[in-house]
Each structure stands twice: as structure tokens, then as C-alpha cells.
């Protein structure tokens, strides 16, 4: 498998109200589904205008009724703040209500501020997080369920359902550590990260090294992935202008909590202020749409390309794998296969701060933090 993309979102505040935010980006989520894209993910952030969803589950639920073929998940579920069997439930609430497409991200949290609000011990997320993934692991794939740890325990609890996709629906971690990569390939689970490209090898290494030395295939490595920002537009200019204004908020409200509570912005150097700084360090992509016809597939060769799809301001185009580079395709590619769907192909678009659902105007702010 080559190149795909999907979508990373935090439905960031963009000064409307609530509803319409919402609103905004389930009609976003529709023509995501249209166009081609792999799979969206939401991320999970408290108390802060980052993200005005922080309960995933309930917004995913109204994804699944708002779409027909795009994979969407948590990225990630933070998973000290619940407790597992509850996670568990969810899950197979959702995978059922979406019939079989979603992708489960669990992780240990990104802001020690939002973990203690919730009155857990920031310091203790990290295990915290190992043993909920243990348990939820185990409750989707068992009748009865008991396990004792020092943060969660439970004694024959009965499990009633099952999820669509057995033994459970697709993982995804989002490691910035050698060591979380390798835990990741442990689990076989897909890997996605913010890191700037100098310390993407590493993290892809470890995780291959992991991968072989359980004695798996080469062949069947799951989906690595990055997050970058990227905008297209008609023209040079008017991709970095989209950028320049949807970036810089996004941004203050990455920050935002950090400097709330007096503490530094930990990935201040990975997020500079400006999208200019931005994109020099190869974390954003401002640029042109192609017009070419030369880009166009033939039809004996459209089964073996990548998803190509629209993106937005801060979103972010997930998922490369292995070796693979993108490209981008005119508006007239903005079609489906109907022998293979999940390989549709559609166009990038100029993207602004308010939305519509409309083919030529994707309208959005989003974005992606370390989990």
C-alpha cells in the first residue's frame, strides 16, 4: 500500500457557537467521506479552547450517522481519565453503530493540567495508561473479565457484547519515544506522530525492529504515519495567506492551557508561532493546486494508488507508509472508483475560517497534539 490520508481534527473553537461548530464539522465529515479520505480521527483535550469536544465517543457516534465509508476513531481516548470497562463498552457501541469502521486510539494524555483536573496524578498517567490498554484490550476480547493492578481492578465481570470487528477494531498510538514506537509494533497496532521529520527514523526504526522480532511479516506492517498541516489553493499566495491566519489560531489555542497555568509550552519549538517557520522545518505544506492532466490515473492503474483528498488549514494529512510520497490531483479527478471505493480520489482545496460543505469550499480549523 502506497500514500493515504485522512484527517486529524481537535474541533478547535472557531468563534461560532457550539452548535454550529459542531454542525460545521460534521458537514466537513460528509464531504470526507465523499472525497476519498482514508480516515478521521478526533483528538480528546479538556478544559481549553483546543478542543471542544472532549468526549469523543459522543461526538464519533454522530460521525458514524453522518458517513458511509470513512474509518473515524479516537486519537487518542486519554485513557487515565476513564475507567476501562467503560472505554470498552463504548468502543463496542461505536464499531457497531458505524458497522465495522472504527479505529481505536488509547494513550496516556498530553497536558498534565487537563490529567489533574480529573484528580489523577500526572506522574502516574504513564502506568495508568499501560494497564487500561491491558484491560480494555482484555474486555473486548473475553466473556468474563478480572484483573488486579495497582490503578484498576475488577473480579468476574461479565462481558455481554462484542465488538463488529474482531478481536477488536484497529489501534493507534501516537508515540514521540523509541520506546513507545516499540510498545506500539508489540501491539500491532498503526503509529502516527508529531515529530518533526529528523526524529521520524527513529521512531519508525524501533518500530520495525519491534515488528520482525515478534516474527511478523515485512509485508504486513500496519500503517506509519505523520501529522502535517497542509493547505492548497489557486495560487502560492493565497495557500500561505489561509494558512497564515487558520495556523496562527490554531496555535494560540495549542498553547493556550500551558500558558494558563504558567508552565511552558512543551512543543513550542515544533509549533513555532508562524506558519512561515512552519513550513521551513517541513511541518506544513502551503501550495498551489496542480492543474496538469499528466496527473491524472489511468483506469488499469487507479486500483494501486493512494488516497488524494481535500485537506484544510491545521488539519493534518495522516498515515505515510514505508517509503511512499505524495502528490496532489486536479479538480476533475474528484471521483470514485465504484470496484474500489476506498480508494477514491478527489481534489485539495482552498480551504477558509468559516465553513460550508460544499465541494469547493472544505472550510475548517484543525489540528493534532501529542498524546
Known amino acids: 500500500m502506497a500514500l493515504q490520508f485522512g484527517i486529524f481534527d481537535h474541533v478547535d473553537d ?3 457557537r ?4 459542531f454542525e460545521t464539522r460534521l458537514k466537513l465529515v460528509e464531504q470526507y467521506d465523499r472525497s476519498g479520505f482514508r480516515s478521521y480521527h478526533v483528538a480528546e483535550h479538556h478544559s481549553t479552547p483546543l478542543g471542544m469536544a472532549p468526549s469523543p465517543s459522543v461526538f464519533l457516534t454522530a460521525v458514524a450517522q453522518r458517513s458511509q465509508r470513512l474509518r473515524f476513531g479516537p486519537l487518542l481516548h486519554v485513557t487515565p481519565m476513564y475507567h476501562p470497562l467503560r472505554v470498552a463498552e463504548e468502543v463496542v457501541m461505536l464499531d457497531h453503530l ?3 469502521r472504527l479505529e481505536l486510539g488509547l494513550g496516556r494524555g498530553a497536558s498534565p493540567i487537563e490529567i489533574a483536573g480529573f484528580d489523577v496524578d500526572p506522574a502516574d498517567a504513564p502506568a495508568m495508561n499501560r494497564e487500561a490498554t491491558e484491560l480494555i484490550l482484555k474486555a473486548l476480547t473475553s466473556e468474563i473479565v478480572s ?13 455481554e457484547a462484542r465488538p463488529l470487528q474482531q478481536p477488536y477494531p484497529p489501534l493507534w498510538f501516537a508515540p514521540i519515544e523509541a520506546g513507545r514506537a516499540a510498545d506500539a509494533a508489540r501491539l500491532k497496532g498503526n503509529m502516527v506522530t508529531l515529530i518533526p521529520n529528523p526524529g521520524v527514523k527513529a521512531l519508525t526504526e524501533a518500530y520495525r525492529a519491534a515488528w520482525q522480532a ?11 504515519g505523520v501529522f502535517r498541516h497542509v493547505v492548497v489553493a489557486d495560487s502560492d499566495d493565497k495557500a500561505r495567506d489561509l494558512a497564515r491566519s487558520a495556523y496562527r489560531q490554531w496555535r494560540h489555542h495549542m498553547a493556550f492551557l ?37 496527473m491524472l490515473p489511468t483506469a488499469s492503474t487507479r486500483r494501486e494508488l493512494p488516497i488524494l483528498s481535500v485537506t484544510s488549514p491545521s488539519a493534518r494529512c495522516l498515515t505515510r507508509r514505508r517509503h511512499a510520497r505524495s502528490s496532489c490531483l486536479p479538480r476533475s479527478s474528484c471521483r470514485r472508483s465504484s470496484r474500489t471505493p476506498v480508494q477514491a480520489l478527489s481534489v485539495p482545496v482552498a480551504v477558509r475560517s468559516q465553513a460550508t460543505s460544499a465541494c469547493q469550499n472544505a472550510v475548517s480549523r484543525s489540528g493534532a497534539g501529542r498524546t
Open 14 to 16: 472557531n468563534g461560532t
Open 18 to 21: 457550539l452548535a454550529d461548530l
Open 98 to 100: 458505524s458497522r465495522g
Open 147 to 159: 484483573y488486579e493492578g495497582k490503578f484498576y481492578r475488577c473480579k468476574n465481570v461479565r462481558i
Open 214 to 224: 515478534q516474527g511478523n511479516k515485512a509485508a504486513d506492517l500496519p500503517l506509519l
Open 258 to 294: 500551558w500558558e494558563w497555568g504558567g508552565l511552558p509550552f512543551p512543543i513550542a519549538a515544533v509549533y513555532p508561532e508562524e506558519f512561515e517557520a512552519l513550513e521551513a522545518d517541513g511541518m506544513g505544506v502551503a501550495a498551489p493546486r496542480m492543474t496538469s492532466a499528466a
